[in-house]
């Protein structure tokens, strides 16, 4: 007998028991953004190597350990694509689309990053993302924000997250204060760990991240760097922080929040969440102005959000928000005799196109009157249609209530649609 093939690791499975919810946090999704007028963008999950390297920055983990990366047969070097920005933003300066013009963008779909698999985050992930293109102004910020916060109302999320925000302050800010977080860390190397001594001199504001306590009891001392911000970065995180309040968006300054990509400027954000045991990210953005003249198009202001869809589908179900059975049938539809079964498909069918919002199985593997219940039961329908030569002849159908205690009745094919209406 032949080994059984697996799937392979970090790259799961969506089962049919799981997908209705994966369906419910989508549409939930996709109602948010169409509420808000943005467009849907789709690219390809395998890019030029080049364009994370030019984007996400050579001396960062994901270009280091986490990138599926391949030669292809003409020998060129492809990746799976890690995050979806840079994706957008190439796709925007080949089509012609950002320079000079305002965009609004949305996107979902599978991202691929080689780390160690754990509950909730996999090797093949989904992501769900908004991009907002032209507009430099604070409004176009606190947009994105509040549409984060309109999702998590439908959801019912509101209290389970909060908000954390920061400003990285422009490049020459930044530089600045790279330049003293650097002076800093080299005083006190005594109690960095090996990763904070890898990104001290390359990426010194990710040591800022770190969770290791050796490295934390320093950071308290550090630069801050809202100390070497200049007016306009100053005015820019103040007017963000007005409209917020005026939102009614209770958010926190976090001065430690940096994001791991280097692109980023300015306005940085993190709605965080304690509901799934250790504290955790469930989604993350910022602004990042100057990605679009690095990807080789002209200079475009930019902000935009991801996250991670397996992240939100496990705080739906660890916060049991979702109480119906998503995967269940409202009618199943049984039959008794050769004629029965042959008729009651084409009603099934007729009755799908009346009822185009109800959900209605029809049982097609025979068995006796028992069997059938037993895989209605099993389907989690509301009620049973069963079609006999009686009921054909006269036109009815016999109802049966399964999750309601009600008498069975049988009824006309004109009162079903009538009771159909009603479930």
């Given at each position: 007998?032949?080994?059984?093939?697996?799937?392979?690791?970090?790259?799961?499975?969506?089962?049919?028991?799981?997908?209705?919810?994966?369906?419910?946090?989508?549409?939930?999704?996709?109602?948010?953004?169409?509420?808000?007028?943005?467009?849907?963008?789709?690219?390809?999950?395998?890019?030029?190597?080049?364009?994370?390297?030019?984007?996400?920055?050579?001396?960062?983990?994901?270009?280091?350990?986490?990138?599926?990366?391949?030669?292809?047969?003409?020998?060129?070097?492809?990746?799976?694509?890690?995050?979806?920005?840079?994706?957008?933003?190439?796709?925007?300066?080949?089509?012609?689309?950002?320079?000079?013009?305002?965009?609004?963008?949305?996107?979902?779909?599978?991202?691929?990053?080689?780390?160690?698999?754990?509950?909730?985050?996999?090797?093949?992930?989904?992501?769900?993302?908004?991009?907002?293109?032209?507009?430099?102004?604070?409004?176009?910020?606190?947009?994105?924000?509040?549409?984060?916060?309109?999702?998590?109302?439908?959801?019912?999320?509101?209290?389970?997250?909060?908000?954390?925000?920061?400003?990285?302050?422009?490049?020459?800010?930044?530089?600045?204060?790279?330049?003293?977080?650097?002076?800093?860390?080299?005083?006190?190397?005594?109690?960095l760990d090996d990763d904070a001594k890898r990104r001290m001199y390359t990426n010194p504001l990710r040591v800022l991240d770190s969770k290791n306590p050796q490295v934390q009891s320093i950071l308290g001392d550090a630069?801050?760097?809202?100390?070497?911000?200049?007016?306009?970065?100053?005015?820019?995180?103040?007017?963000?922080?007005?409209?917020?309040?005026?939102?009614?968006?209770?958010?926190?300054?976090?001065?430690?929040?940096?994001?791991?990509?280097?692109?980023?400027?300015?306005?940085?954000?993190?709605?965080?969440?304690?509901?799934?045991?250790?504290?955790?990210?469930?989604?993350?953005?910022?602004?990042?102005?100057?990605?679009?003249?690095?990807?080789?198009?002209?200079?475009?202001?930019?902000?935009?959000?991801?996250?991670?869809?397996?992240?939100?589908v496990l705080m739906l179900e660890t916060l049991e928000l979702v109480e119906t059975d998503l995967s269940s049938v409202d009618v199943y539809v049984c039959a008794m005799g050769d004629d029965a079964q042959n008729q009651?498909?084409?009603?099934?069918?007729?009755?799908?196109?009346?009822?185009?919002?109800?959900?209605?199985?029809?049982?097609?593997?025979?068995?006796?009157?028992?069997?059938?219940?037993?895989?209605?039961?099993?389907?989690?329908?509301?009620?049973?249609?069963?079609?006999?030569?009686?009921?054909?002849?006269?036109?009815?159908?016999?109802?049966?209530?399964?999750?309601?205690?009600?008498?069975?009745?049988?009824?006309?094919?004109?009162?079903?649609?009538?009771?159909?209406?009603?479930?």
């Open positions: 007998m032949a080994k059984n093939i697996q799937a392979i690791r970090g790259m799961n499975d969506c089962l049919p028991t799981q997908t209705p919810l994966w369906q419910f946090a989508e549409q939930a999704v996709r109602n948010t953004v169409a509420s808000y007028g943005y467009s849907e963008i789709r690219t390809p999950v395998v890019e030029s190597t080049e364009l994370f390297k030019r984007s996400i920055g050579e001396v960062t983990d994901i270009i280091e350990k986490e990138m599926y990366t391949f030669d292809d047969r003409n020998g060129d070097s492809l990746s799976l694509r890690p995050e979806g920005t840079a994706c957008v933003v190439r796709a925007g300066n080949q089509h012609g689309l950002l320079y000079n013009q305002e965009q609004r963008f949305w996107y979902m779909g599978p991202m691929f990053r080689h780390e160690r698999p754990q509950k909730g985050r996999y090797r093949q992930f989904h992501q769900f993302g908004v991009e907002v293109y032209g507009i430099s102004d604070a409004h176009a910020d606190a947009e994105v924000l509040m549409m984060s916060a309109h999702l998590w109302n439908k959801l019912g999320m509101t209290e389970h997250v909060r908000l954390e925000i920061n400003t990285l302050g422009d490049n020459e800010e930044r530089a600045l204060y790279r330049d003293a977080l650097i002076a800093y860390f080299e005083q006190h190397t005594e109690s630069p801050k760097l809202s100390e070497y911000l200049g007016e306009d970065s100053k005015k820019h995180f103040e007017k963000l922080c007005e409209l917020l309040t005026l939102a009614g968006i209770q958010y926190e300054v976090n001065e430690r929040l940096v994001r791991g990509l280097d692109y980023y400027n300015r306005t940085v954000f993190e709605w965080v969440t304690d509901s799934l045991g250790a504290q955790g990210t469930v989604l993350a953005g910022g602004r990042y102005d100057g990605l679009v003249e690095q990807l080789g198009g002209k200079a475009t202001p930019a902000v935009g959000f991801a996250m991670g869809i397996e992240r939100l009651s498909l084409i009603i099934s069918e007729t009755l799908r196109k009346q009822h185009s919002d109800l959900r209605i199985m029809k049982h097609n593997s025979g068995g006796n009157f028992k069997k059938q219940m037993k895989k209605a039961d099993q389907s989690g329908a509301k009620i049973v249609l069963l079609f006999g030569d009686n009921e054909l002849e006269q036109g009815s159908v016999t109802v049966k209530y399964l999750r309601e205690d009600k008498p069975q009745l049988t009824i006309s094919m004109q009162e079903l649609s009538t009771l159909l209406e009603e479930l």
